[in-house]
């Protein structure tokens, strides 16, 4: 079936550099997608989303590029710090009506050396 | 509260005894999901309530699970004659901001069956 994937499972980056954390998608009619940074035994934590009209969006640290070209979403975190340490998850949904149910990728898990 | 809260935020069970998992969504949002996170794994689409409208019940994975929102708020998530396999962390995300798609997340119920 159709499904949100990642390509690195681990990330490991020295503090204060950028980071670049992957996602393939495979759904040609997904037109909403979403980070959520998970911290160990936490829930996730929304970081930024993007719907499918845009390319680029930036929040604070954080920008998330949409290539629908290629299916292909990416989160890149600037002056990545040790409390960025976490797992990472992507997700996609297609709005259908006002059910925007989130299909989520296995996650990668981004370490922080200090 | 500010957030979505979910109780019990533990829960130990035996086999074959029945569990309910309760989630407060955010004050106002309408839109209210259930998902469910195995060990290791992404998040697993289980139930989405909007409104007064019929749930969404495609991701339930056996009759056993059921999930109810009483006045438009509380949602209890009910599992049934639990199994060893239906350990995880259930989580729950309400929506329904200015951008009706950014679903939030509660800190997740802990389901471990023995």
Redesign the interface.
Known sequence: GESVGLHLPTLSVQEGDNSIINCAYSNSASD?F?W?KQESG?????II?I?SNMDKRQGQRVTVLLNKTVKHLSLQIAATQPGDSAVY?C?E?T?GG??????????TLLTVNP | GAGVSQSPSNKVTEKGKDVELRCDPISGHTALYWYRQSLGQGLEFLIYFQGNSAPDKSGLPSDRFSAERTGGSVSTLTIQRTQQEDSAVYLCASSGGRRRETQYFGPGTRLLVL
């Open positions: 909403y979403i959520y936490k829930g996730p934590q929304f989303d719907r998850f997700a949904s709005s006002s059910n925007y149910k989130l299909t989520f990728g296995k996650g």
